[in-house]
């Protein structure tokens, strides 16, 4: 059988050969500007950063900024559609044995760090001991790391070494294990105690594998979540935390040149690839974030041209800007472009599968947890909150992603507050004081705590909901908290609701099964959902090619979450972008976090404006 993985190293060999490494300090671009000009992109996220630390970050706007700093072996490339891996600081595809249990990666020499003080003045090379030291740091306890969960129950050997260090309050790095070694000076290899046919995703992925000198860790110590320093295109500049942020050209870059492959019958993908082909990357001189929460002042700042892109158009202005679908005149008439897609995500409320309330196995609390979703205005949360920008979810499975069933159909978005009332009637969920709202069955009191942020789009949402429990006697009480604080809480297990998203990493389904898998409960399994009969099927899953046998496996995982219901899934998003004419080649990728190094802006005008002072930082619901 030919399984995904076989395909996707089969693709690499389609792809242009990579330029060779740079010379010392041969990191300047080649396009020649005027004197005094500059090519910066400036936009804005909706979600303040949480850090700069690849292994402790698990949010998608933390992890954007740390893949244009950072770099992991394989990357994905930029135009080809379906998602396509390609070497990063790989030499060349890995090498991965027939039986799924072996994965040696050879990397080009020559690729340097940023210059830093904690290289005391030397030119630091990357090696492959710094991959193996950076996987390893997943382990360590003294980190938390939220992507312990991609290698934990397969690098032979380091299962054991987080155990002692578990035990000694130190992990040791230099103890060598099988599963995880350095070959030679520009090869490592990883030895799985089981078979992983999607590992190799991971090494895509800069949460999982991206590369950190041992020296800067060690010098910034518990600090490292605000010192990065990468072999990556850009550089951390200016920092505001949760206002502002400036990434600026790494003038230390190796030599690579911009060979994206568009994919037949893509007109405006060809037109980026041929305009764009041969460039030195990165193109920007540097790259300036907002952190604006609020949509009004986000959709403001791009209409007066203080943003170059609006990336995730608000829903609330889909009608302003492309009613029907079409691009609104008025936008059009100033050479903005506009790039619809859908996502590989999922939207979702969770519950707290260790909450005495909304969590557990037991037939009380199963019903409870389908009660709020069948009570739930699915409707009104699509039409009004979504204003038709996504496609409701009947599973887990996002459409894009290996493993989605496009044939299942399910009540998960389905409003019927007629049965809820009835299903909360006959578990003893019942208003005993005749206040309108229930009890318990034990007869105390009854009130759900919904976490949520402080934004307009947050008042909505909080405002739906409220309606909905009203509807069936569900008395709800909203916790409001920023971003950063809702994450770590969440990660802690103190939230007992929570509507967050999750956006794959990859281009199958294992992304988002594993938020359910028990033991990654406290990184990316947030509902900390822990079911015997789940976490036996995702361990056989993640074991098989794909195909019939691994996709049965998905849908039985996910016939076992629509009844247990530790998730309220909402929807798959529909997004938009928009950008002014003087953007040229940002193209929507479905998984791909680093984008700024494929791309180029016109010089800036001189006349060009400074950021509104609205773009200040607030908080609110945000995407994994």
Request: hydrophobic content about 40%.
């Amino acid at each position: 059988m030919l399984h995904r993985l076989l395909l996707a190293l089969a693709l690499f060999a389609l792809a242009p050969a990579l330029p060779a490494a740079a010379a010392p300090g041969n990191g300047a671009s080649a396009q020649a500007d005027a004197p005094g000009t500059a090519r910066v992109l400036r936009y804005a996220f909706p979600v303040a950063e949480t850090g700069f630390d690849p292994p402790q970050i698990s949010d998608l706007y933390s992890a954007t900024m740390i893949a244009h700093i950072f770099d992991s072996p394989l990357q994905y490339d930029y135009l080809a559609r379906p998602a396509r891996l390609k070497p990063a600081t790989a030499a060349a595809p890995p090498e991965v044995s027939a039986d799924g249990m072996t994965i040696r990666v050879s990397l080009r020499p020559g690729i340097y760090f940023a210059d830093d003080p904690a290289f005391k003045g030397q030119r630091r090379e990357l090696v492959a001991q710094d991959y193996v030291y950076s996987i390893k740091r997943h382990y360590d306890p003294r980190w938390r790391s939220a992507s312990l969960g991609v290698f934990e129950e397969y690098l032979l050997g380091l299962r054991e070494l987080r155990a002692q260090a578990l035990r000694s309050g130190r992990f040791d790095y230099d103890t060598e294990v099988e599963g995880l070694r350095a070959i030679d000076r520009y090869t490592f290899e990883m030895r799985l105690a089981k078979p992983n046919f999607v590992l190799v995703y991971a090494l895509a992925e800069c949460r999982a594998t991206c590369a950190v000198a041992r020296e800067v860790i060690e010098a910034y110590g518990d600090k490292i979540m605000e010192h990065p320093v990468g072999t990556g295109p850009f550089r951390l500049a200016s920092w505001k935390r949760s206002s502002r942020l400036i990434f600026e050209r790494n003038p230390g870059y190796r030599d690579e040149t911009y060979d994206a492959v568009a994919p037949a019958g893509d007109p405006s993908s060809q037109a980026i690839a041929e305009r764009l082909r041969g460039r030195r990357l990165p193109m920007l001189d540097r790259v300036e974030i907002d952190i604006v929460e609020e949509a009004q002042p986000r959709w403001l700042a791009f209409l007066n041209n203080q943003h170059d892109l609006i990336e995730m158009v608000p829903n609330e202005f889909a009608q302003t800007a492309f009613p029907g679908d079409r691009l609104a005149a008025y936008l059009a008439r100033r050479g903005v472009r506009m790039d619809r897609y859908a996502r590989i995500d999922l939207r979702y409320t969770f519950f707290n599968w260790a909450d005495p309330v909304v969590g557990g196995p037991q037939p009380a609390q199963v019903a409870l947890r389908r009660a709020i979703s069948l009570g739930y205005n699915s409707d009104d949360d699509l039409r009004i909150l979504r204003r038709n920008q996504a496609l409701p979810a009947h599973g887990l499975v996002p459409p894009g992603a290996a493993g989605h069933d496009p044939a299942l159909r399910s009540d998960m978005n389905e409003y019927s507050p007629a049965r809820a009332r009835a299903l909360l009637d006959l578990y003893g969920y019942t208003d005993r004081d005749g206040d309108g709202f229930r009890e318990l069955p034990d007869g105390r009191p009854l009130t759900l705590e919904f976490t949520t942020g402080n934004d307009q789009s947050a008042k909505q949402g909080n405002e739906l909901w409220k309606r909905s429990m009203d509807g069936i006697g569900i008395r709800l009480a909203f916790k409001r908290a920023k971003w950063p604080e809702q994450l770590k809480a969440a990660r802690a297990g103190k939230l007992q609701m929570w509507s967050v998203g999750s956006s794959s990493s990859a281009p199958d389904a294992e992304s988002t099964l594993s938020s359910l898998y028990g033991p990654n409960a406290g990184r990316q399994n947030l509902s900390r959902f822990d079911l015997p009969a789940y976490n036996a099927l995702y361990e056989r899953m993640v074991t098989l090619p794909d195909g019939p046998a691994r996709n049965e496996l998905i849908r039985e995982m996910t016939r076992l979450a629509l009844a247990y219901r530790p998730w309220k899934v909402h929807v798959h998003s529909v997004s938009t972008d928009l950008t002014h004419p003087r953007v040229l080649g940002w193209k929507p990728h479905p998984v791909m976090r680093r984008r700024w190094d494929t791309i180029d802006v016109e010089p800036e005008p001189a006349d060009r404006g400074s950021a509104p002072a609205s773009a200040s930082a607030q908080s609110g619901t945000g995407t994994r």
